[in-house]
């Protein structure tokens, strides 16, 4: 990065941390707000930290935030049918969605990594798998644990001869569009075949509502496979898988690996839809998990209650609302993502 893009950097960062200031004590607590009502819905993999944000912000603020966790697409629906006051999604939005939202913006609040669930009776070594065989086995091409692409990664583990019961969201899921970009960047015969999507046609499986329903398949079915936030894995005492990256490690789906794969980001488009699933091979990624990706808050740009919603993303995006999210392992955003967010929650203006 050039001196001039990085002095620009350092003055906008300091200009949103001023703006923040206003939200936010030196303390960490937020000023009290006039009232309301906020109501969020959408992406299950972000509701762990939206619950841990609403607990921490509403008596500060003075304010009752809510959220429900549906999943990313029935988000999406809600706040463009106008019946809640923000959506969350792990997936951006598609240029059609842009269109049917009337007038909405989105903007990065928080960044995770979904985890490869799995259930393996007896094993108490962490499994490797890599992007090309989880293709194969969400395509039904791999179809027993002891099978040789797996053994081969796997060296001294004695794995099961044990069906292979993959596990997939059924609903509208942003979880399913990271997992379904990253296949479909590392195998071409699963880009052909089923592609990158929020309710991905996979071929073979067995479907479950929300991240807490492919964890409960995986956890109550020996052998399964799935894909959930790693904090759902840590809730439900699932075991995860190492997942090799491009520089050749095994990376695990912790703050480390996720913060590697976002600082790749060097420019963020106008409507801050950004991708970050296996990130190249820099000295800089080697810890890099590849399977990694940011949740955006949809809002529109005219709001019914701008001030109070302003008000708690710029506590969401701070310091301290990031710092929130470590325990159940999300990342904190990079500054040039938190000036982003930041710059288009300043676009929202109270509705007429």
């Known amino acids: 990065m050039s001196t001039s893009r990085v ?10 941390l001023t703006a923040l200031a206003l939200t936010v004590t030196a303390t960490g607590g937020t000023k009290r707000s006039s009232g309301g009502n906020i109501v969020g819905a959408g992406s299950s993999f972000a509701a762990p930290l939206f619950t841990a944000w609403y607990q921490y912000y509403n008596p500060k603020a003075g304010v009752n935030v809510s959220y429900n966790s549906v999943g990313s697409g029935a988000g999406i629906a809600s706040i463009t049918a106008r019946t809640v006051d923000f959506g969350a999604s792990d997936a951006p939005l598609t240029p059609d969605q842009f269109t049917n939202c009337k007038g909405c913006v989105q903007f990065p609040v928080l960044l995770g ?12 070594q962490q499994i490797k798998l890599t992007g090309p065989v989880i293709a194969n086995i969400y395509l039904g091409k791999i179809t027993q644990w002891d099978d040789a692409a797996i053994k081969a990664l796997n060296s001294g583990v004695n794995l099961p001869s044990l069906k292979i019961t993959p596990a997939y969201r059924s609903d509208g899921s942003g979880t399913s569009y990271n997992f379904t970009d990253y296949l479909s960047k590392v195998s071409s015969e699963f880009a052909g075949k ?9 071929p073979v499986g067995v479907g479950a509502r929300g991240s807490s329903g492919v964890s409960g398949v995986v956890k109550s079915t020996p052998g399964a496979i799935g894909y959930a936030d790693v904090a759902y894995a840590i809730t439900n005492k699932l075991r995860f898988a190492k997942i090799k990256n491009k520089t050749g490690v095994f990376a695990t789906p912790g703050i480390r690996g996720a913060a590697a794969a976002a600082s790749t980001v060097k420019t963020i488009p106008p409507d801050n839809a950004i991708s970050i699933v296996d990130p190249p091979a820099t000295k800089n990624t080697k810890l890099a998990y590849p399977i990694a990706t940011f949740t955006w808050a949809i809002v529109p740009i005219e709001a019914k209650n701008a001030k109070e919603v302003k008000q708690f993303f710029l506590f969401a995006i701070s310091k301290t609302g990031q710092a929130l999210g470590t325990k159940l392992l999300y990342t904190p955003m990079p500054k040039n993502i938190q000036v982003a967010s930041a710059k288009t929650i300043a676009k929202i203006h109270q509705a007429t």
């Open 7 to 16: 002095r620009l950097l350092a003055v906008t960062v300091v200009a949103v």
């Open 194 to 202: 089923v592609g990158k999507s929020t309710q991905p046609p996979f």
């Open 113 to 124: 990594a979904t985890a490869v669930l799995y259930n393996l009776p007896g094993i108490a």
